[in-house]
């Protein structure tokens, strides 16, 4: 089945620098993936997704980019704020089966 | 767009009782919705599928007669977990998917405690 693992755990910036969070994952027929904000004590947040025929999508302050080839995904946030500060899921899904998630990434923005 | 609330956000139980927690979108048809359990500084763990009109799919491991799972409606779903014990507390957060698509809108979850 399909397994997801995300880098970092934690990450620490500094009020307007860039924040990149990296997920693989290892079903080839997986063709959405999606980044989730949750806030302490919320559910999650869906920011910004993409699909495999997709290589980088952009929303203001957010992107995200895709190798199919390689199986990589990643999510930028420049110019962070300290209402960045959640944790992030990453997540693959496919046609017929289940979406799965990674571990998360406790994003720490610092002013 | 694409809002789903859940009802309560919180609920303390005493060990033994039964608690319903709702799940709607408010403003989208959802043929497919989710519950998932969180433990604290954990990511989501689905406990199972639910379609509208039929019976839930339960992931490995969670107890379908435990957890029960109702879908009478496009917009509602409910989890009733029954007979509750402590080990049961946690964090449940129920998502809802609109119609075909890819995308999942989650709730804001539940806290629930059994004491």
């Known amino acids: 089945g399909e397994n997801v693992e995300q880098h970092p755990s934690t990450l620490s910036v500094q009020e307007g620098d860039s924040a990149v969070i990296k997920c693989t994952y290892s079903d080839s027929a997986s063709n959405y993936f999606p980044w989730y904000k949750q806030e302490l004590g919320k559910g999650p947040q869906l920011i910004i997704d993409?699909?495999?025929?997709?290589g980088e999508k952009k929303d203001q302050r957010i992107a995200v980019t895709l190798n199919k080839t390689a199986k990589h995904f990643s999510l930028h946030i420049t110019e962070t704020q300290p209402e960045d500060s959640a944790v992030y899921f990453c997540?693959?899904?496919?046609?017929?089966?289940?979406?799965?998630f990674g571990a998360g990434t406790r994003l720490f923005v610092k002013a | 767009g694409a809002v789903v609330s859940q009802h309560p956000s919180r609920v303390i139980c005493k060990s033994g009782t039964s608690v319903k927690i709702e799940c709607r979108s408010l403003d989208f048809q959802a043929t497919t919705m989710f519950w998932y359990r969180q433990f604290p500084k954990q990511s989501l763990m689905l406990m199972a599928t639910?379609?509208?009109?039929?019976?839930?799919?339960?992931e490995q491991g969670v107890e379908k007669d435990k957890f029960l799972i109702n879908h009478a409606s496009l917009t509602l779903s409910t989890l009733t977990v029954t007979s509750a014990h402590p080990e049961d507390s946690s964090f449940y957060i129920c998502?809802?998917?609109?119609?075909?698509?890819?995308?999942?809108?989650f709730g804001p979850g539940t806290r629930l405690t059994v004491t």
């Open positions: 639910s379609n509208e009109g039929s019976k839930a799919t339960y």
């Open positions: 998502s809802a998917r609109p119609g075909r698509r890819d995308e999942q809108y």
């Open positions: 997540a693959a899904s496919g046609t017929g089966f289940k979406t799965i």
């Open positions: 993409i699909r495999s025929n997709v």
